[in-house]
């Protein structure tokens, strides 16, 4: 049974989480949103890798309120997520994002994560945001350029790609 635990562990997709992932752990505007995170977490993270970045962390530094930061850097820690850094690369290929109308201008931060991913030749982006990420045209702008650069294929989805969906009808 051991060798079987080892590759499962090889096989493991690698998916990077953007800021509204975990920060949605703790949001109860959404309840659906957060039900679908907590379980995610719960019971699913150990199927993958999972990544966020320190733009993450610094996103979630500049949260209001202490006591949610406090516990999604908690989460964080709970679930052995690693930290990728941001390179010229990763700067470069976001700029790249913009200037070619897959991001808009006014979410810098939102190219950022998309190349981070990219960049670490992640399998998989996890986001809750459906404006500027899990959207049909930004999506294909991303796979456009990443071909181009000759980077692997990015899947761009909700929680409810990566296992979630079954947490949505409790």
Do not use: C
Request: charge should be negative.
């Amino acid at each position: 049974m051991a060798d079987l635990d080892y590759y499962i562990d090889i096989m493991k997709t690698k998916l990077y989480l953007d800021t509204s992932i975990p920060s949605a752990y703790y949001d109860y505007s959404k309840p659906l949103r957060q039900l679908i995170t907590q379980k995610w977490f719960e019971n699913e993270t150990h199927l993958f890798d999972v990544y966020i970045s320190v733009l993450t962390i610094e996103e979630i530094d500049r949260l209001g309120n202490i006591t949610r930061r406090e516990n999604i850097k908690n989460l964080i820690l709970k679930y052995n997520v690693e930290i990728l850094q941001i390179s010229d690369e990763i700067k470069n290929l976001a700029e790249k994002y913009i200037t070619k109308g897959a991001i808009p201008k006014s979410e810098p931060e939102d190219a950022l994560h998309i190349a981070i991913a990219t960049v670490n030749k992640i399998e998989g982006l996890a986001s809750w945001n459906f404006k500027h990420i899990v959207s049909i045209n930004p999506i294909r702008k991303i796979h456009e350029i990443n071909g181009e650069k000759g980077y692997p294929l990015l899947e761009i989805g909700s929680l409810e790609l990566y296992g979630g969906s079954k947490y949505g009808n409790l």
